[in-house]
Structures are given as C-alpha cells and as structure tokens.
Nanobody
C-alpha cells in the first residue's frame, strides 16, 4: 500500500505558475508508475501527465503539453507537476495517482492509489 498527499495548489492569475507536489509513503515508491489527473466541476476526471518508475519516460495530455512538466525524486518519495503558463481552463482539483502496472498510463482505472486532491484555480 502507498498513501499519497498532494500539496501546492492555490489561486494564481492566468499566465502564472504553480508546482504541485505529491508525497508518498513507504519505501517502494520507485515501484510505482505515477500520474496526475484533474477534475473540473461538472466534468470527468481526466489525465494530465504520467511518469515511469525511473522517470525516464513521460507522457502528457495534449491540453498541457509544453506547459506542464512531471518529474519525480524517488529519494524523496515525491512526484511533482510544474505548471507554467496557466490558463483558466486548467482550474480543477488535481489528483496524484500511483499504479503498479509496468507501463505509464493515461486512464484512471490503471491507477490503484489516489491522493485527496489539491485545488488549482486560475483567474483571468
């Protein structure tokens, strides 16, 4: 089992930046593929970014590609989401997720463990 706790959300102006962090418990953090998802009001939870266990492979949703960067520090049991050039449509609750499946994944049902979420609000 792994427990995930997101932090770093907040209110920012359009064009601004935030860095989200997801702290994981346990000593097996490097065994998990990690992902970020988000859910806006009235919408389904959607994929944002994923990173392989060693951090060598990443994949992004088209909507955030070029603006967001996912990274991980396995020594700190932490995954990050650096969000630049934020847009109002990025407003959502952002969730960190962990998967024991070997491949990076874009579907929420590929992830077994989820954090509680952190709110990101981008104003115009």
């Amino acid at each position: 089992q792994v427990q995930l706790v997101e932090s770093g959300g907040g209110l920012v102006q359009a064009g601004g930046s935030l860095r989200l962090s997801c702290a994981a418990s346990g000593r097996t953090f490097s065994s998990y593929v990690m992902g970020w998802f988000r859910q806006a009001p009235g919408k389904e939870r959607e994929f944002v970014a994923t990173i392989s266990r060693g951090g060598a492979s990443t994949y992004y949703a088209d909507s955030v590609k070029g603006r967001f960067t996912i990274s991980r520090d396995n020594a700190k049991n932490t995954v990050y989401l650096q969000m630049n050039s934020l847009k109002p449509e990025d407003t959502a609750v952002y969730y960190c997720a962990a998967s024991v499946v070997w491949r990076i994944g874009t579907m929420k049902n590929e992830y077994e463990h989820w954090g509680q979420g952190t709110q990101v609000t981008v104003s115009s």
